[in-house]
């Protein structure tokens, strides 16, 4: 087809070749390989195309034959490579892709296009092709051609000299056995310099694990690779192939099957590599005109934290500390080989019924590649590696754990504390050096497994125990703690006001209703379909801009919100692109302020650390740097600042070590001390504590009432000053001034 310029594509694709061959240093490695876009001949030839998919094998012979006799004319140097050129179908067959799953009897003999996972992959092995044999009695030379289940001319009508196809004669399958003697039994040696071989390997083609149905376990199909298409593939890699799907009469040892079940397999004619990319998203303009705005704003980690589980009451912090992990730090290589991680780990500890698995699920929704599992549910090597033994071949080989599949991505695991600790153990090179290294079995490898770790944890007493210091109540060594970026203590406080406002938020989630009828809990996100289809009518600016919130069904009340969005949290699948832009696109660098902030505020957690708190390490150090990077990536921002970079990432360190925050939410308290809790706070006291007696009750409620009043004027100047007005000129009457700093700092807690 002149049209699609074949002939050019054959000789670019003979001197690829050629130039593939001297680069390394030898020849016939594979052979030249002609792309057919089956695109192109649905456009120029349907009928052939179809013909194509229905009996692909003998078509696909029909092209290399033409292809051949093309290369001949165009390149004569072709004819001495005894290489055979070859026809890789490209181009959509089917509406979608099938998976091994929907592989089923009306598939075989025809051409399929099946993507998954590669599991299990073969050593290379030549296949005899032609064996060449010499008599020494009769100085005579035979050759014997070999035709095996998985060969791609099996039931073809044989060809002649001319390539014309004889239909009475079908190619079977040969005899494996050498021919020791000819036919007047005169004895043969076989010549294996002049004997042809090809490169044959096998690999198992596993459905992903995201498109398997829920609760089935992942189906898998085995494919044939044969010449140039071998050792392309590696175990974990998602790959996308071309090929024929056929029965083999005969099983791996020769024998034929009397049962009536068939082994089928998949003859690959083309392979492409999918990567490791499995976020699927779809960029665009407008996506990233609202990122680049939505970054502009001072309280964008505010935003980002409340957008990750808006079903989850309270947890401020920890939520923005999530979105930093999935925004990750900045991974460094130095030039002596030392790797310095940007993956932020996070661990969490706390009584039952804090939300702590919540968070986990809401994670692993957003991140593009995560990889779930239980504490008891996972041994070490699950984690890590394994070498196992291949049951058909009896060889070695190793099995990549969860760490390792997740290879830049987020490892979640819950129930941490169950773990035995000879599991645990394996787990310490991957978390801080980012590599799994196995030495057993003759093996010795080293994997990759830079992944950032999410982990839940109950207290070693079932409760946290705030009479013990955190150790004893975490039960984790501190090799293993220093490696945590962050560890927040979760904690279930008795307080009446906290309890009430967790309770209406948990009802308004059972009080929405889907789209399916049922109630809300089974989606954190309120997609209005009616208000999308009239933003989609009327695609002005501002419904553009307006298009990437949505109205959140949790909001603490009405009279709380405002039309700055402050109570709206972000759609779940721009929130999903806006993480993984940032984490993509931005590489910021530390500034020399941010330098010289960060070595001072080092300084000064090491002088204030004691017994009551975690260890201080140089880690720690570490951590700041990768929580400010994550924040300026949060904000697209190149350089990473001491004011608002350093300053967040001090903030919420601050917080995982000594249980104190100054910008933190209206929440459920997460702070072990009691002492520590907000004013206005009701906190559980201990029984040993002396009650109150019914005089200071009254002396109180006059303070309360005092509180109140002065609490209501200043609001009330405030709001006719527009917000804004100097301290000294607020309530002048008053002279008690602390009293005014302590109300001031009142409304700020209730984000007035």
């Not at 002005?540 to 009405?558: D, F, G, L, V």
């Not at 993480?579 to 941010?594: C, D, G, S």
């Not at 609001?715 to 607020?730: F, T």
């Amino acid at each position: 087809n002149k049209s699609n310029n074949y002939a050019d594509r054959i000789i670019t694709a003979i001197d690829d070749y050629n130039a593939q061959s001297d680069r390394n240093g030898k020849a016939g490695f594979g052979c030249p390989r002609v792309k057919v876009n089956l695109t192109e001949l649905r456009s120029s030839n349907p009928t052939l195309e179809q013909q194509l998919r229905q009996d692909p094998l003998r078509h696909i012979r029909a092209i290399e034959a033409a292809c051949h006799a093309i290369a001949l004319v165009e390149r004569p140097s072709y004819a001495k490579s005894q290489t055979q050129i070859k026809a890789a179908i490209t181009g959509t067959i089917h509406a979608q892709p099938s998976t091994p799953r929907s592989l089923t009897s009306s598939s075989l003999r025809q051409l399929v296009c099946v993507e998954g996972v590669a599991t299990k992959v073969s050593a290379i092995k030549p296949k005899i092709v032609t064996s060449v044999h010499f008599c020494p009695n009769t100085n005579q030379h035979t050759t014997k051609e070999y035709i095996d289940a998985t060969d791609p001319q099996l039931g073809l009508p044989a060809v002649d000299n001319d390539g014309r196809e004889i239909p009475d004669r079908i190619i079977n399958i040969t005899s494996s056995v050498y021919p020791l003697k000819d036919s007047e039994k005169n004895p043969l040696e076989t010549e294996f310099g002049l004997s042809r071989f090809k490169d044959h390997q096998t690999i198992v083609l596993q459905e992903m694990p995201e498109k398997a149905p829920m609760g089935q376990l992942p189906r898998s199909i085995e494919l044939v690779l044969d010449d140039d298409l071998v050792d392309r593939v590696k175990p974990g890699d998602r790959i996308q192939v071309v090929g024929v799907y056929r029965a083999l009469a005969t099983s791996s040892n020769g024998q034929s099957t009397t049962s009536g079940l068939f082994k089928t397999v998949v003859l690959v004619n083309n392979v492409q590599i999918l990567g490791r990319d499995v976020s699927q998203l779809n960029f665009l303009p407008e996506d990233v005109t609202n990122i680049r705005a939505l970054a502009k704003r001072r309280d964008i980690l505010d935003v980002l934290g409340r957008s990750l589980a808006p079903s989850i009451h309270g947890h401020g912090v920890i939520k923005k500390a999530l979105a930093l992990q999935l925004l990750s730090g900045v991974e460094k290589n130095l030039e002596n080989g030392t790797h310095l991680r940007g993956d932020i780990n996070v661990l969490m500890v706390g009584d039952p019924s804090t939300a702590k698995s919540q968070l986990l699920r809401s994670v692993m929704t957003i991140a593009p590649l995560a990889v779930s599992t239980t504490g008891k549910g996972s041994s070490g090597v699950g984690l890590t590696a394994a070498v196992t033994s291949d049951p058909d071949t009896k060889e070695r080989r190793l099995e990549a754990g969860a760490m390792v599949l997740a290879d830049r991505g987020i490892v979640c695991v819950d129930e941490f504390d169950k773990m035995s600790e000879a599991d645990r153990v394996a787990i310490h090179e991957a978390m801080e050096q980012q590599t799994v290294t196995i030495a057993k079995a003759g093996i010795h490898a080293s994997l990759n497994a830079r992944c950032s770790v999410l982990a839940a944890a109950n207290p070693v007493y079932g409760q946290y125990d705030r009479k013990r210091r955190i150790q004893e109540n975490i039960g984790l060594p501190d090799s293993l703690l220093s490696r945590f970026d962050l560890l927040f203590v979760v904690l279930d406080q008795i307080d009446p006001d906290t309890d009430r406002r967790i309770a209406a938020h948990v009802i308004k989630g059972h009080r929405y209703k889907s789209g399916h009828g049922t109630s809300g809990h089974d989606s954190d996100y309120d997609d209005d379909d009616d208000e999308s289809d009239t933003e989609d009518m009327n695609a002005s600016n501002n419904q553009t801009a307006h298009s990437i919130w949505q109205r959140s069904r949790y909001e603490s009340s009405a009279n709380d919100r405002s039309p700055d969005n402050n109570d709206d949290v972000l759609q779940h699948d721009f929130l999903r692109k806006y993480l993984h832009y940032a984490k993509t696109r931005i590489k910021p660098v530390l500034t020399e302020e941010a330098r010289e902030c960060i070595a001072s505020r080092y300084a000064e957690m090491r002088s204030r650390q004691d017994e009551r708190t975690l260890p201080v390490t140089a880690r720690s150090l570490e951590t700041v740097i990768r929580l400010a990077s994550a924040h300026a990536k949060a904000r697209l921002s190149p350089i990473v600042e001491a004011e608002l970079d350093v300053a967040a990432a001090m903030d919420i360190l601050s917080f995982a070590l000594y249980h104190e925050n100054i910008n933190i939410d209206n929440q459920r308290p997460n702070t072990p001390d009691l002492e520590e809790q907000k004013p206005g706070k009701r906190a559980r006291t201990d029984a040993t504590e002396t009650e109150v007696s019914g005089e200071e009750n009254k002396e109180s409620d006059a303070q309360n009432t005092e509180v109140k009043d002065l609490k209501t004027r200043i609001w009330n100047e405030l709001r006719a000053a527009d917000g804004a007005k100097p301290m000294d000129e607020l309530c002048g009457d008053v002279q008690d001034r602390s009293s005014i700093d302590s109300v001031i700092q009142q409304l700020t807690d209730e984000q007035k």
